[in-house]
C-alpha cells in the first residue's frame, strides 16, 4: 500500500509563502504523475498543479506564476512552492500520485488571513 504523506501547512497572512512537501512510501518515478489537488469549504475538489514522469508540469490557471511543483527523487519527495497567496488559497491540501492506481495523502490545511 502506497502511502503519501503531506506536511507544510499552516496559517500565513496574505502575500506570504509556504512550502508543502509530500512524501511518497516508495519511488516516486514509479508513478505516471503526481500532483497536488486543494478543497475549499463548499467547492469541489480540484487540481493545482501537477508533475509528470517526464517532468512536465501543469498548473490552474489561478495559481499560475504563484505557485512552483518540483521534487527531490533521492528523497521521493515532491513539493509546492506557494508564493503570493491569497485568501482564496484557504483550502485543504492533497498530495495525489497516479500509477495509474491513484493514491491521495491525508491532506494538509492552508489558511491565508487577509
Known amino acids: 500500500q502506497v502511502q503519501l504523506v503531506e506536511s507544510g501547512g499552516g496559517l500565513v497572512q496574505a502575500g506570504g509563502s509556504l512550502r508543502l512537501s509530500c512524501a511518497a512510501s516508495?519511488?516516486?518515478?514509479?508513478?505516471?504523475?503526481m500532483g497536488w489537488y486543494r478543497q475549499a469549504p463548499g467547492k469541489q475538489r480540484e487540481l493545482v498543479a501537477d508533475i509528470n514522469i517526464g517532468g512536465s508540469t501543469n498548473y490552474a490557471d489561478s495559481v499560475k506564476g504563484r505557485f512552483t511543483i518540483s521534487r527531490d527523487n533521492a528523497k521521493n519527495t515532491v513539493y509546492l512552492q506557494m508564493n503570493g497567496l491569497r485568501p482564496e488559497d484557504t483550502a485543504v491540501y492533497y498530495c495525489?500520485?497516479?500509477?495509474?492506481?491513484?493514491?491521495w495523502g491525508q491532506g494538509t490545511q492552508v489558511t491565508v488571513s487577509s
Open positions: 495525489n500520485a497516479k500509477s495509474p492506481q491513484t493514491y
Open positions: 516508495r519511488n516516486i518515478f514509479s508513478f505516471i504523475a
